[in-house]
Nanobody, 125 residues
Framework: VQLQASGGGLVQAGGSLRLSCAAS????????IGWFRQAPGKEREGVSC????????YYSDSVKGRFTISSDNAKNTVYLQMNSLKPEDTAVYYC???????????????????WGKGTLVTVSS
């Protein structure tokens, strides 16, 4: 299983970015993938997760209403649309997946088995 995250960058507060996670090595018809982030000095946290098992999604309280997770099965890609970005969203963002199919409500970084390299998102005030 390989996951490749991209789309990070520098943006002003209030701006938008779209992150992409290209996945390979597993059947994309059955998947659970999540976005996680880690800011300097902080623990890695679950931002948003999605699962094909029941179409469920999860958003952390800090991003609810601003971020949207989606998938394009034809492209084996999961996206994270980030709007109304805030300086506190600054972090390295990772996409990750568990080794078994889980509900999208499960978004614990300690439960993920496959990790892509992160992409840095910097939001300036």
């Amino acid at each position: 299983v390989q996951l490749q995250a991209s789309g990070g960058g520098l943006v002003q507060a209030g701006g938008s970015l779209r992150l992409s996670c290209a996945a390979s090595g597993f059947t994309f018809d059955d998947y659970a993938i999540g976005w996680f982030r880690q800011a300097p000095g902080k623990e890695r946290e679950g931002v948003s997760c999605i699962s094909s098992s029941d179409g469920s999604t999860y958003y952390s309280d800090s991003v609810k209403g601003r971020f949207t997770i989606s998938s394009d099965n034809a492209k084996n890609t999961v996206y994270l649309q980030m709007n109304s970005l805030k300086p506190e969203d600054t972090a390295v963002y990772y996409c990750a997946a568990p080794s078994i199919l889980v509900t999208g409500h499960y978004c614990d970084p300690y439960g993920m088995n496959y990790w892509g390299k992160g992409t840095l998102v910097t939001v300036s005030s």
